[in-house]
């Protein structure tokens, strides 16, 4: 085989990077959860590249603790402050380049056939979700790597009893604790499914010496993690009826909603049998693969046999989660199509292939391409509409310019203690500033903003005595001066859609 083609994986992994990370070319300061992160990549630099133990800094209203999972923050603690802001859109899409890499050559090692992986390894590139996913800093895609990683390991331990591949997966659990806590979630609930289905405990064992692994390897910092994610599914438990109620105004019955991604996550839910596809379109593999085997057109295969149940399962969870609401502080369903991308690109792939050895080969090949055409335009579609033309969750030029028209006016003797609107604003306010903002520093201190978000229960005025708070930094597209019960006169600085205004 040539040169050429055993570089082609990393080729289309090359292409899977640009693909991702193509519009930060276009909005390099897009995200909401980014400026958290790196936030807590600061702490971690800060602290001498090791998790800080003591309380964060004051500028955080909302005391309280360093408690995310550790590997991404201090990965990146390594790369200086300024470069890490310059790089910080490249960083997801290349953790995810391993992901892809990991497709094709598990695809490869069970099939031994190279364009097989090929096509399988090109599935993966074209899923949607993972594109939409990783056009931020973000952790998942590495997440989803530790994911996937001891999952197919335990998975091929239980059809051929490799030992070496069980220790694997322990290992691969152990850091899946310490890296990303939704992907730590959904294989909780998949062990549990596998414990079942396949009447084994290889996935019970693995999670619980995983648990005990992360534990004595942190020396008890991981139970600080594990009771921020608990801390976290509560304050969504008690604060469920506003999971979409805007922040000032609360539940609008009539769909007033202009925010692209929430008008997504509210379409998802309402039709979530068929729009949860949207989301990963090749985890409909996992019906195909048994409906043409039981038709006799495909031969079945114990490992994708266990993928397609692998697929089924999230697919399940994901509808029932967006159907039966008090389930929704576990996490939006759609997410859980997000853990099934690796088993959905190799299926898809293997029920193509086996396709074309059959009458239905000119059929299959037109449908395929015609798929893959679709989720391009579904990635661009994200890309333009949510990234480059986001207001909301970007660092505008506006919210440049009052950033530092803050920081030449707030000392350390008498700060401004601010109250953003939306309340996404609060940590990339934190990060550029040198102001107090009225966010909490961890998890368990979500419960202490509930005055102020989900939803405002209190005026900014009324905050203002209770927390002596001197600011408001709010988007005119978001709320109004009006809406806050302040006037034109308190305003200080405007600048755009920006408007920061004296309580």
């Known amino acids: 085989m040539s040169a050429l083609i055993l570089l082609l994986p990393f080729f289309i992994a090359f292409v899977s990077f640009f693909l991702q990370s193509w519009a930060n070319f276009f909005n390099k300061s897009f995200g909401v959860d980014v400026w958290t992160r790196l936030l807590e990549v600061r702490h971690v630099r800060e602290a001498g590249n090791r998790i800080p133990r003591e309380k964060l800094p004051k500028q955080f209203m909302v005391d309280g603790y360093f408690d995310y999972p550790p590997v991404f923050p201090l990965l990146l603690s390594y790369i ?21 890499l990991f497709v094709f050559y598990l695809a490869y090692s069970v099939s031994g056939e190279f364009w097989f992986a090929a096509v399988a390894q090109i599935t993966y590139v074209l899923t949607p979700v993972i594109a939409a996913e990783n056009s931020q800093l973000t952790p998942r895609s590495l997440g989803y790597f530790n994911f ?9 331990h239980y059809l051929n009893g490799s030992v070496s591949l069980y220790w694997l997966g322990v290992l691969g659990v152990m850091f899946l604790f310490l890296t990303h806590r939704f992907a730590m979630q959904a294989f909780l609930f998949l062990s549990i499914f596998f414990t079942f289905y396949l009447n084994t405990a290889i996935f019970t064992q693995a999670f619980l010496m995983g648990f005990v692994g992360a534990v004595l390897l942190t020396r008890g910092y991981y139970l600080r993690v594990l009771k921020g994610h608990l801390s976290n599914i509560y304050f969504w438990v008690v604060n469920l009826d506003y999971r ?13 909603q202009t925010d692209l991604i929430n008008r997504i996550y509210k379409i998802v839910e309402a039709f979530s049998p068929i729009a949860i596809f949207g989301m990963n379109p090749w985890a409909f593999s996992g019906f195909v693969y048994i409906g043409l085997e039981h038709l006799g057109y495909i031969s079945r295969l114990p490992l994708l046999d266990l993928f397609a149940a692998w697929i089924l399962f999230f697919y399940a969870l994901g509808v ?13 369903g759609y997410r859980y199509m997000e853990m099934a991308t690796v088993p959905s690109s190799i299926l898809s792939a293997a029920i193509l292939f086996q396709l074309l050895q059959t009458p239905w080969a000119f059929v299959s090949q037109v449908l395929y391409v015609l798929l893959l055409l679709a989720s391009f335009g579904l990635i661009l579609f994200f890309q333009i509409k949510s990234v480059i033309g986001d207001k909301n969750r970007t ?7 009052v950033f530092a028209y803050i920081n030449k006016h707030t000392t350390s003797k008498k700060p401004y203690r601010i109250l953003c609107f939306p309340h996404q604003n609060t940590t990339m306010t934190v990060l550029h500033t ?54 034109k006169k308190s305003v200080v600085f405007s600048r755009g859609d920006v408007i920061l205004a004296k309580i």
Do not use: C, W
């Open 80 to 100: 200086p402050e300024k470069t890490l802001l310059r790089i910080k859109g490249f960083i997801s899409p290349f953790f995810d380049m391993l992901q892809g």
């Open 148 to 156: 996937s990683l001891p999952t197919v390991a335990l998975l091929l």
């Open 244 to 256: 979409y109620a805007h922040q000032v105004r609360g539940i609008v019955k009539k769909d007033t």
């Open 320 to 332: 029932v989660i967006l159907k039966v609401r008090v389930l929704m502080p576990i996490g939006e």
């Open 395 to 401: 660092v505008t030029t506006a919210m440049y310019d």
């Open 434 to 487: 040198r102001a107090q903002v009225f966010v909490n520093a961890d998890n368990p201190g979500l419960l202490r903003v509930t005055e102020v978000y989900p939803q405002l229960r209190l005026t900014p005025k009324e905050l203002k005595k209770k927390y002596k708070l001197t600011h408001v930094l709010l988007k005119t597209g978001f709320t109004t001066l009006r809406e806050l019960g302040l006037t």
